[in-house]
């Protein structure tokens, strides 16, 4: 394969690219300098962005919508910046790679007080072994090859995050290649597969009114082809949780809507509750995205399978992976269906009528923006009514939603721009905020300037932090007013709107979709308590409990 | 003391202001809102940023002159957020109190996938343990008071990090009062305390040219008091740290200046290397503290004491705190000496005359700079030159400098100045920051306005990652450009300027320093080479070992 052994910073960049990685996001420091210079002489390119939580935001969305993703940054004060974004990509399975630099191995000697050090030179991989499914320290060359084999085989298995620390004078020592055995993957035991699919089979097929709950999991596996299958196939209808929102294109005449317990569409609710058989697929059973355990369901009239687990009402069945199981239920002992009346959930939208003049409205916002959507936009929400209202926007193809709808960390969503925009050069991306999230990470705008993208991004302004307000109000939820639409003038590029009502949105918007030379923001002003039906019935349910 | 004991969240925000604390500086969120609530009917006052790193740093500046600090944040989202912040707190001593709110003890059962939650529910409080010195989790009445005795004792008493995580059910849970035993401190023994005190003393008693190097440890314990006394009374003459600047006056006749080993100014490090008795206190031996090991200072000629540790030259002392050993040195075991000829250092700098039409330099900048330096400005220094060039400024009264000289995590500044103000409501924050941290935490301005402060903040605009240049090029130390003095536009408040020569430099700082009604923001344009004399040093030291 090589004439010798490559030296060690290289063997990871070349295994970095046969995951299909050609984007690195991070910030440079002394400790990473070299890595840094392999990856310039490397043919993956390096987007530099404003802070290191960013850049793993970023790697976060190009993972979800590439399979694989990953930063780069310094010892500790770079790496210890970028926990809570590594830790939402473990919460939501997001294979992300984190490459840290560090401390040559020669400088550690008699615990040396080296700047960026916090208690000592392990401080912070034993924080990664928290946050990541695999760890790695690249303290000598004749392990570090099979050290990195074995952290981004576990990312690219388990579909959450591998942490790499690479000390600075191990960048360039020749490795030892080493013929790693293969591992052979994750197997299903052939018996026990058999016993898992004609029961769960013979459970469907004997009932009356079945449906499948798609989660994220289909798509992180890449298993969304499966799920049509078995969804046209067997015409069976199917719902989405929310994390899993865009899993099937929502356009598909089986596809009813995402079902969130009592916070989502009441129609859905009870189509999905009045069923005999749940068929759950990939979902994460979380809190919100389950309406705050306001959803009914009960094990004995669900087949729940994941990568980690598959159960037939009170059944386990170990293993058994996800992977065959799909196939199983896509066999022919699955029965074809007659098809489903689901007229009720075809009526359709009524088309949206602009009133020129009215005060925006959350919830006439998204019914508006929904007449916007494309196959060529990418819509990324953030936390709070910004994914809330975003759940009703129709997404026509897969994976053009992307979200952190489990760990809803605020300011996920204008950094995950940047990563999506990466991975996907074809989209344009929708950016959906609130003035909260907005400040923590909004001016990552700058980045998108400087890589010539063109985000639009729509502030929700309501003036603080609107999910708690309804929750419980103080005056610890007001936030220092910006005149966010002045952005450009900081960056010297992109467009900026306040908008107030109906009319003035609609042109911004229209305004927005014509111009694709630079970002737009628009500022939408909101009433201080407004929100949409959905964060109502949140907050109605969690008030109690708060 | 209580007619009946109070709830955890009374007990704990008494406790803290037993401590001094009047501010805690946070985020809210669902986790934490019922103790949020709390704060704001106490007479604690809650400082709201625009995110939860930033209130890391407000606090560890609030703490570092105060005594200790507060931030209050939510589960993981927040808690993670701040990790660095914290981290950094922790490597420099600063004793800051971390306050999570988390779910529920009882919503916890079946390992429930609630929101936030990465692993388990015990990965934040794991991650802590890493980062402070002292965590607990009130997971119920009967011990919660004692917990939070125990963490507040052990960052009082170590001034490093603590952290209390707070369940919200255990918020208004009543606890129970349990009269603690005194730990009685820390004491030395007093037969060890007087053999060390005698060695000490007779090594310094016979030297030559002793020199006392002064450090950080001095103020976060509140000893400068000992350190004057000693210098005065036995005419010791005295240098700092670079983590130590401004622990003495820089205006004292005794004082010599900062020594950095070879980064530093050429006389001191000649005095400091040349004496044959180096009496260190309370200084870290840390790498860029002591100008990256070029420091050039062996046991055989020093007393080192510390907090950790008492040494006089090989031997070291057990069980002898820092506190009486010092009053040992105060002590008449130590003779006064003579009046030591200073001559050299008190040469005095020649006037700054302004030259209205050259290009800005960052040599000559802080040279101006320094004739505008009084009591009234705490100046805030984050790293790369503008701490390097801060080092030069004569600071009149100590405590007047912040910076974060070991750990040196970019962004600190700006947030760093909104907690140095509350602590410290009569000065005026001169902050110096570059751009590439400017862009990290620089929208923090926006907390300034919020609450009516006035911050000078200069931008030392050299385009890019200035420090790392001189290590090692390449087009991943480029940033993208900012009009950083148009970010009064984004506030809609304070003033901007964008200075090319001397002659505006002198006119905006003017302009800056008479205007104290806003902030102040002066972006220096300065050439992307162009570096401090300490950094073109350090620079040629570093860049073997990148």
Chains 1, 2 share one sequence.
């Not at 298995?157 to 052979?184: H, N, W």
């Not at 799920?227 to 929102?245: M, S």
Request: glycine share 8%; net charge negative; with cysteine.
């Amino acid at each position: 394969m090589y004439h010798r052994p490559p030296v060690i910073g290289e063997y990871l960049l070349r295994k970095l690219q046969s995951y299909d990685i050609e984007h690195i996001f991070g910030i440079p420091g002394d400790y990473v300098l070299r890595f840094y210079n392999l990856i310039e002489q490397s043919s993956i390119q390096h987007i530099g962005m404003t802070r290191e939580d960013a850049a793993g935001y970023a790697a976060d969305a190009y993972a979800r919508t590439r399979g694989m993703g990953a930063a780069c940054v310094t010892y500790c004060v770079g790496g210890l910046s970028m926990v809570n974004a590594v830790a939402g990509a473990y919460a939501e399975k997001s294979p992300v790679v984190v490459i840290s630099g560090a401390p040559g191995i020669k400088e550690r000697g008699k615990d040396a007080l080296l700047h960026h050090k916090v208690r000592d030179f392990h401080t912070q991989q034993r924080i990664y072994d928290e946050i990541t499914v695999a760890t790695a320290l690249l303290d000598e060359p004749f392990t570090a090859f099979n050290e990195i084999d074995r952290v981004l085989d576990a990312v690219y298995r388990y579909k959450r995050p591998g942490y790499i620390e690479l000390p600075r004078d191990m960048v360039d020592a020749r490795g030892t290649l080493y013929q790693r055995p293969s591992t052979g993957g994750h197997l299903s035991d052939p018996d026990i597969l058999d016993a898992a699919v004609e029961d769960a089979c013979n459970f469907i097929n004997q009932s009356k009114k079945p449906i499948i709950l798609a989660g994220v999991e289909l798509h992180r596996f890449g298993y969304q082809n499966k799920l049509i299958h078995l969804v046209e196939e067997k015409r069976i209808p199917v719902v989405a949780t929310l994390l899993g929102k865009s899993v099937i294109p929502e356009s598909h005449p089986l596809y009813l809507g995402i079902y969130e317990g009592a916070m989502g569409q009441e129609d859905v609710r009870e189509f999905v509750e009045d069923s005999d058989c749940v068929i759950i697929l990939g979902a994460f059973m979380t809190d919100v995205n389950l309406g705050i355990y306001t959803a009914n369901l009960d094990r004995t009239r669900s087949v729940y399978a994941t990568t980690e687990k598959i159960n037939v009402r009170y059944r386990a069945y170990d293993e058994v992976t996800f992977d065959d199981f799909l196939d199983g239920l896509n066999s022919p002992k699955l029965r074809r269906r007659r098809k489903p009346n689901l007229d009720w959930a075809l009526k359709g939208r009524e088309p949206f009528e602009v009133k020129p003049n009215a005060p925006l409205k959350v919830n006439r916002l998204f019914q508006h923006l929904n007449e916007f959507i494309s196959d060529e936009l990418t819509v990324i929400a953030d936390v709070g009514d910004s994914l809330f209202g975003a759940v009703e926007l129709d997404i026509h193809q897969h994976t053009n939603f992307i979200s952190p709808a489990y760990y809803t960390s605020m300011g996920f969503a204008v950094p995950a721009s940047v990563g999506a925009q990466f991975s996907m050069p074809d989209t344009r991306c929708l950016v959906i905020v609130g003035d909260g999230a907005f400040q923590m990470t909004g001016t990552e705008l700058s980045t998108t300037v400087r890589y010539g993208f063109n985000p639009i991004v729509v502030v929700l302004n309501n003036h603080g932090y609107g999910t708690e307000r309804h929750l419980l109000e103080g005056t610890f939820n007001d936030i220092g007013c910006w005149n966010y639409s002045r952005m450009p003038t900081l960056f010297g590029a992109g467009r900026g709107f306040h908008v107030r009502t109906e009319g003035e949105f609609d042109e911004a918007i229209k305004t927005a979709l014509a111009e694709t030379q630079h970002f737009t923001l628009i500022e939408v002003e909101l009433d201080k308590l407004d929100t949409s039906p959905a964060l109502a019935r949140l907050a109605e349910r969690m008030s109690g409990t708060v």
